[in-house]
């Protein structure tokens, strides 16, 4: 229920009857379901990131309507989305969007019959994606010539099932799924284009020589896969307050949730002019979650590869590994001291993958672009300061001083660097509208060290939290390389 994203705080009370029964109490605090949305940040000057008509709670059947216009770096897409929870009364959820990007058009369509947290012995997914979009590779430049742009076009289709056994606190998944992967370059190398000047309304096609840079990145295929999945989960939600938000409204999962995917590569649906990978797959990740006394404590590691049959070995390799702390002094103190440890790298990588070592998720002192690279590491502590000033009941309102540290190592990737060891500062507001609100916006100052072009500080608003267990644990520049997401953890609503 707490999913809902018009339902602000949730409480579930069980309160029992003189027969022995319970009755069940649902208190909600709701907000504004229609909404006209202006995605404003402040982010190396002020942008207009998205802009949308909102509806909610359509019918009054949490179903979620909208139109939208998204435009942030290279990204322009206009089109509308449907999202329908627990369709026909069911655990079932829908979803389908279309629209158009700034190269071509998208589709996605969703059927899920997911697991609900601990609930459920069945589940299943059916997943279509389609998109034409470009991938963005930083240049590490400055000035001049600071991003290049690749035209891509991607698609993918899973139909999976799973099982459940065992009792909550102690579930064995099994699972069993078709998925076929498909990513073509069909503008390469004619439509490449760069970048001047971080303005992605002025770009113009790339020379001969960017051919050469991106070519190990360039390989189309189109590869179908049986995948067996194998997870264990022993865990149980609490909900504390001052992690994340200023409100207690964050389930938060402790325990353990391990998770396997092996899939083979198999001759079906092939398509003539594309390479199909002759493979195994693997896919794995743990998480884990432990509090003593006023101490949160969360790791999550994961990883993916595949092992080629034709000579190749292993290739498109990645990991990630977050290790994220909370130590608040009491359950109700105005302090919540953050620790994050982060690494992410990539080795052999086949398509379009690179990292940066600055921006909003990374070292907040440098501008996203900065430092390309293939492996990463970042520290960050924060201290989360909540004040009850200047009016408690109508706007959640605090302070937070921080410092980042990281390093990049160049590895394969276009137009890596190896960076050394670099850092930032800073300090910041955060606010929640109206009070108790799960969304925590950020207005941050944050100042570079170790900076080679001797820039200043960058000032940033954003409107959530990105930094924090109440996000997860996504790497959004990984992410977008990933291929085959497919594991025991996308039968979880919500995923974790």
């Given at each position: 229920m707490r999913q809902y994203p018009f339902i602000a705080n949730a409480d579930v009370v069980p309160v029992e009857q003189p027969d022995g029964t319970y009755h069940v109490h649902i208190n909600t605090q709701d907000e504004w379901t229609t909404k006209l949305d202006l995605g404003v940040s402040i982010d190396q000057g002020i942008q207009l990131e998205r802009v949308e008509l909102t509806e909610e709670n359509l019918f009054g059947q949490g179903i979620l309507a909208e139109g939208y216009f998204a435009r942030r770096r290279e990204q322009r897409d206009a089109g509308f989305l449907i999202q329908q929870p627990r369709l026909f009364g069911t655990r079932t959820d829908a979803l389908f969007g279309y629209g158009r990007t700034r190269v071509g058009n998208f589709l996605e369509q969703t059927m899920a019959y997911p697991f609900v947290g601990e609930v459920g012995r069945f589940a299943g997914r059916e997943v279509y994606h389609r998109r034409d979009q470009l991938y963005t590779y930083a240049t590490g430049n400055g000035v001049d010539v600071t991003q290049v742009l690749l035209p891509l076009q991607e698609e993918w289709l899973e139909i999976s099932f799973a099982t459940r056994l065992g009792r909550p606190g102690g579930l064995t998944l099994l699972g069993l799924g078709l998925s076929r992967d498909r990513i073509e370059f069909g503008g390469f190398p004619n439509d490449v284009e760069m970048v001047l000047d971080?303005?992605?309304?002025?770009?113009?096609?790339?020379?001969?020589?960017?051919?050469?840079?991106?070519?190990?990145?360039?390989?189309?295929?189109?590869?179908?896969?049986?995948?067996?999945m194998l997870g264990l989960r022993q865990v149980r939600y609490i909900r504390p307050a001052h992690l994340d938000s200023h409100a207690e409204v964050i389930d938060v999962p402790l325990g353990i949730d391990l998770g396997l995917t092996i899939g083979r590569s198999i001759p079906a649906f092939r398509i003539r002019g594309l390479h199909d990978h002759n493979d195994i797959f693997t896919r794995f990740r743990l998480f884990a979650g432990h509090t003593s006394g006023q101490v949160f404590m969360f790791l999550n590691v994961g990883g993916q590869g595949r092992h080629s049959f034709r000579g190749d070995g292993w290739r498109d390799l990645f990991a990630e590994a977050d290790f994220y702390t909370y130590l608040r002094t009491g359950p109700s103190s105005a302090h919540t001291l953050f620790f994050r440890t982060s690494a992410t790298g990539g080795w052999s990588a086949g398509t379009p993958f690179q990292l940066t070592l600055g921006g909003r998720e990374a070292l907040r002192g440098f501008y996203e672009d900065d430092i390309p690279g293939a492996r990463r590491v970042l520290f960050t502590i924060e201290d989360r300061i909540f004040l009850r000033w200047p009016s408690p009941d109508v706007i959640d309102f605090g302070f937070t001083l921080f410092a980042d540290a990281g390093r990049m190592w160049a590895g394969e990737v276009p137009y890596g660097t190896n960076s050394g060891w670099r850092g930032s500062f800073g300090f910041g507001l955060r606010l929640g509208f109206p009070a108790s609100t799960r969304a925590v916006g950020r207005i941050d100052l944050a100042f570079p060290i170790r900076d080679p072009a001797g820039r200043g500080p960058v000032f940033r608003v954003t409107l959530v939290e990105l930094i924090g267990i109440g996000s997860g644990f996504t790497d959004h520049q990984l992410q977008r390389a990933l291929r085959n997401p497919v594991g025991p953890d996308l039968f979880l609503t919500p995923p974790r």
């Open positions: 971080n303005d992605f309304n002025t770009t113009f096609p790339a020379p001969d020589e960017t051919q050469d840079v991106l070519a190990s990145q360039i390989n189309a295929s189109a590869t179908t896969r049986l995948n067996l």
